[in-house]
């Protein structure tokens, strides 16, 4: 395993000092769907030294076309996405230490992950996360790097606390189409252009390059052969309480109430209790079996009735299936679980 990176270090950007300083790094990846996937197993490939990936799903069928790390038998068990990923990742190289969670990520458990991370990627299809992040990058003075996608059109921009613009400051001038995955549907190729310029802009970062860091907020349509980059450096926002003069971080405050939602591109709701909860699944088997067929692995449960299904992780999450009336949800909820 002797020359494992030998083409890598003969790209003299890197080189011997750089593929040194690549082991050293801790990366941190929030979503191991599309994009996630894609940064992960580049990453991983590259020699990182370590990567913790943090996902709250597991691997359905639709997928399966765009999300590499996965196969059918992933599809057939429901195996969460993190421990999937994990397994394939080990594979492709077993000298990256590999801390791989199953969570719906919030403040409390990031900030119990930060005090060595050197970046972190974004994977994620959720806004609310992505400023999460920000916020988080902002107070621990983390760079990361963001990302999106959906149909052919994709977009990125790195952030540096302290010399770059953060996303706070960039929301009132990015456009924002209101297209999601569900709406118009996504082509791989969109996926793996962002996830390339996110794993390219790490690499700089990670061995020190900032001369080379892309200054532009990048975005661009791959069906109809589009690119463009736009100038955001005279974006940064004084006032900016995510990164101004005197910030407030305003998303990393924690309402300490149960939370529902409707999950983006996915006919689906999901609870979050306020606390979590560590279900016995075993027991949890025998008490929904009346309601449905039952299909459980280690880390979830899933109850298939006739017009929706409930699927429980070990945390105390729920997503049900089949519904979008958040009422509704709420309702099966308490009834099976409550």
Same mark, same amino acid.
């Given at each position: 395993?002797?020359?494992?990176?030998?083409?890598?270090?003969?790209f003299s950007p890197i080189g011997e000092n750089g593929q040194q300083l690549l082991k050293e790094k801790h990366v941190l990846i929030i979503g191991v769907g599309a994009l996630g996937s894609a940064s992960a197993e580049a990453l991983v490939r590259a020699g990182v030294g370590k990567l913790t990936i943090i996902d709250r799903d597991y691997v359905e069928w639709s997928n399966l076309q765009r999300q590499q790390l996965y196969t059918e038998q992933d599809a057939k068990e429901k195996v969460p996405k993190a421990i999937a990923a994990k397994k394939r990742l080990q594979s492709i190289n077993s000298t990256v230490h590999i801390n791989a969670l199953i969570v719906d990520a919030s403040t409390e458990q990031l900030?119990?992950? %930060?005090?060595?991370?050197?970046?972190?990627?974004?994977? +994620?299809?959720? @806004?609310?996360?992505? @400023?999460?992040?920000?916020?988080?990058?902002?107070?621990?003075?983390?760079?990361?790097?963001?990302?999106?996608?959906?149909?052919?059109?994709?977009?990125?921009? +790195?952030?540096? *606390?302290?010399?770059? &613009?953060?996303?706070?400051?960039? =929301?009132?001038?990015? &456009? !924002? +189409?209101?297209?999601?995955?569900? +709406?118009?549907?996504?082509?791989? #190729?969109?996926?793996?252009?962002?996830?390339?310029?996110?794993?390219? $802009?790490?690499?700089?970062?990670?061995?020190?390059? $900032?001369?080379?860091?892309?200054?532009?907020?990048?975005? @661009?349509?791959?069906?109809?052969?589009?690119?463009? $980059?736009?100038?955001? $450096?005279?974006?940064? !926002?004084?006032?900016? &309480?995510?990164?101004? !003069?005197? #910030?407030?971080? #305003?998303? /990393?405050?924690?309402?300490?109430?149960?939370? =529902?939602?409707?999950?983006?591109?996915?006919?689906?709701?999901?609870?979050? *209790? *306020?606390? #979590?909860?560590?279900?016995?699944?075993?027991?949890?088997?025998?008490?929904?079996? *009346?309601?449905?067929?039952?299909?459980?692995? &280690?880390? /979830?449960?899933?109850?298939?009735?006739?017009?929706?299904? =409930?699927?429980?992780?070990?945390?105390?999450?729920?997503?049900?299936?089949?519904?979008?009336?958040?009422?509704?949800?709420?309702?099966?909820?308490?009834? %099976? %679980?409550?």
């Amino acid at each position: 395993m002797d020359n494992r990176y030998s083409r890598q270090q003969l790209f003299s950007p890197i080189g011997e000092n750089g593929q040194q300083l690549l082991k050293e790094k801790h990366v941190l990846i929030i979503g191991v769907g599309a994009l996630g996937s894609a940064s992960a197993e580049a990453l991983v490939r590259a020699g990182v030294g370590k990567l913790t990936i943090i996902d709250r799903d597991y691997v359905e069928w639709s997928n399966l076309q765009r999300q590499q790390l996965y196969t059918e038998q992933d599809a057939k068990e429901k195996v969460p996405k993190a421990i999937a990923a994990k397994k394939r990742l080990q594979s492709i190289n077993s000298t990256v230490h590999i801390n791989a969670l199953i969570v719906d990520a919030s403040t409390e458990q990031l900030q119990e992950l %930060l005090d060595d991370v050197d970046i972190m990627i974004d994977g +994620t299809d959720n @806004f609310d996360v992505r @400023f999460m992040m920000n916020d988080l990058a902002q107070k621990y003075q983390i760079p990361w790097v963001y990302g999106s996608c959906v149909s052919s059109y994709g977009a990125t921009y +790195t952030i540096v *606390p302290g010399k770059t &613009p953060c996303l706070h400051c960039l =929301l009132k001038v990015m &456009p !924002n +189409t209101g297209m999601t995955c569900d +709406t118009v549907g996504i082509i791989s #190729p969109a996926v793996q252009i962002v996830a390339a310029y996110q794993v390219a $802009e790490a690499l700089k970062l990670l061995i020190g390059d $900032e001369e080379a860091r892309r200054k532009s907020y990048l975005t @661009f349509d791959v069906w109809k052969n589009q690119h463009y $980059e736009i100038n955001v $450096e005279k974006m940064r !926002n004084d006032d900016c &309480p995510s990164c101004g !003069n005197n #910030p407030t971080y #305003p998303y /990393l405050s924690y309402d300490n109430q149960t939370k =529902l939602e409707t999950l983006c591109g996915r006919d689906a709701v999901q609870i979050r *209790p *306020p606390k #979590p909860i560590h279900y016995n699944l075993e027991q949890l088997a025998v008490q929904l079996r *009346p309601y449905g067929d039952i299909q459980k692995n &280690p880390y /979830l449960l899933s109850c298939q009735a006739s017009d929706y299904r =409930l699927v429980v992780f070990q945390d105390g999450r729920v997503v049900i299936h089949g519904i979008q009336d958040i009422q509704k949800a709420k309702s099966i909820y308490y009834r %099976l %679980l409550g």
